[in-house]
């Protein structure tokens, strides 16, 4: 099923200037490993070597919130739009 995967601006250079693209997969973790497969350089940037969402990441799919326990085994469906971003900190 195709899933569009928002790109931030700050990896574009990574997706070749791509901001939106087109995976295929059911769960959160099947998009994303698809989205590294075809853009290698973003390999260490969203997961880790084990496939793990890096600490940095918030996921939202059609603009919810992903849930927090295991973000990464939420269902997609046929047409969802996720969106990576990065969380800030500072103070």
Partial sequence: MSIKIKIPEFLQDKTNGRSLIDVTGNTLRECLVALVHYYPALKGEIVDGQGILLFRWL????????????????PVTEGDVVLLVPMVAGG
């Fill in 59 to 74: 996921i939202f799919i059609n603009g919810k919130l992903a849930s927090a326990s295991d973000e990464l085994s939420t």
